[in-house]
Nanobody
């Protein structure tokens, strides 16, 4: 079983930046797609960004040009750099990773964008 642990969430003012991290309990070299979703209470989880094992990246329309996804296989960690944050980015952010056909989720980290 793979465990994923998010960190880096918090309170930030509009226009600010945060970097989320997703640390895996094992090597991510053989992971398939990894990515980030976010969820607001009462809504479904929405795709924020996805990075496939062959390097293809997909971003949700609302974050294109502001967020950057990356992964460091040597640290077994995936990142989400979030710049020019807006109040509508407020949500719980979840990371996921596909390993041997299993979709693994982290527990989520709260991001609040407010003045």
């Amino acid at each position: 079983q793979v465990q994923l642990v998010e960190s880096g969430g918090g309170l930030v003012q509009p226009g600010g930046s945060l970097r989320l991290s997703c640390a895996a309990s094992r090597s991510i070299v053989n992971f398939g797609a990894m990515g980030w979703y976010r969820q607001v209470p009462g809504n479904e989880r929405d795709l924020v960004a996805q990075l496939t094992s062959d390097g293809r990246i997909t971003y949700g329309d609302s974050v294109k040009g502001r967020f950057t996804i990356s992964r460091d296989n040597t640290q077994n960690t995936m990142y989400l750099q979030m710049n020019r944050l807006k109040p509508e980015d407020t949500a719980v952010y979840y990371c996921y990773g596909n390993f041997l056909g299993t979709h693994n989720w982290g527990q989520g980290t709260q991001v609040t964008v407010s003045s």
